[in-house]
């Protein structure tokens, strides 16, 4: 993760969960490990997920996990995203409100997502916010094409 993302241990996720009303069950805490364990590894898909928990012989299932991680983005914990494949994935929500997210480059051909730290958008922000009056809390921009390494294969 880039230095502007501050790692969350398992301390801070059960105090969210907490002060949304709702208990780390164990299954939950198995779950938000894996992130806290992965958080190079971004953009996991329930199946992502549930490989691991099958990897270390844990019984969850894999609805269970589909559950928790539709509850843990609800709450703000992980980030939904979907990338145009049919697929959601999640990673741990590190944003500071006041920090935008990553962008992301999603190659049309191997469907790999590659991150983009750099944010290009903040004098357009700005400028729509001053024309329209609108308080910007946040963007999301997706660039789809091919990767180099689809670009170099050719086909």
């Known amino acids: 993760m880039s230095e502007n993302h501050p790692l969350f241990d398992l301390k801070d996720l059960r105090a969210k969960l907490y002060e949304r009303g709702y208990k780390m069950t164990p299954q939950r805490e198995e779950i938000l490990k894996i992130f806290v364990e992965h958080s190079d590894y971004h953009h996991m898909s329930a199946e992502d997920v549930y490989g691991i928990l099958q990897q270390r012989e844990s019984e969850i299932g894999l609805a ?24 959601a994935r999640y990673e741990l929500n590190t944003a500071d409100p006041n920090v935008h997210h990553h962008h992301h480059l999603i190659c049309v051909k191997c469907r790999k ?22 308080q910007i809390l946040n963007h999301e921009v997706k660039f789809f094409g091919y990767c180099k390494d689809c670009r170099a294969k050719g086909d």
């Open 64 to 87: 269970t996990v589909y559950r928790a991680l539709d509850l843990l983005s609800e709450l703000g914990i992980l980030v939904k995203m979907e990338f145009g494949d049919g697929c």
């Open 113 to 134: 997502v590659i991150e983009f730290e750099e944010d290009l958008l903040d004098d357009l922000e700005a400028d729509i916010a001053e024309k329209s009056g609108f």
